[in-house]
């Protein structure tokens, strides 16, 4: 099992940052990619970034390319979200996931690992 704790959300005005954690515990950090996804209500749950084991290939949705970046450190078993430009259709519950191996291709798999979320709100 890998147990994830998102932090880092909160309100902010449109054309703000923020910057997301996601705390991993229970198996080797390194073994997996880790990626990103959000849902507004009423709406699914989508994907927005993602990032493989090493960190040296990264993937964002259109949505986000150029405003949000995806990082992480693997000897702090984290993953980060910096979130630049906000806009209010950037709010949020912000989710971390963990895929099932170390390929960028498994983030989102109905197996994988998921936190418990984080609100980010973007006010206008």
């Known amino acids: 099992q890998v147990q994830l704790v998102e932090s880092g959300g909160g309100l902010v005005q449109a054309g703000g940052s923020l910057r997301l954690s996601c705390a991993a515990s229970g198996r080797t950090f390194s073994n997996y990619a880790m990626g990103w996804f959000r849902q507004a209500p009423g709406k699914e749950r989508e994907f927005v970034a993602a990032?493989?084991?090493?960190?040296?290939?990264?993937n964002y949705a259109d949505t986000v390319k150029g405003r949000f970046t995806i990082s992480r450190v693997n000897a702090k078993n984290t993953v980060y979200l910096q979130m630049n430009s906000l806009k209010p259709e950037d709010t949020a519950v912000y989710y971390c996931?963990?895929?099932?191996?170390?390929?960028?291709?498994?983030?989102?798999?109905?197996?994988?690992?998921w936190g418990q979320g984080t609100q980010v709100t973007v006010s206008s």
């Open positions: 996931n963990a895929g099932v191996s170390r390929s960028i291709a498994t983030i989102g798999a109905a197996s994988g690992y």
């Open positions: 990032i493989s084991w090493s960190g040296s290939s990264t």
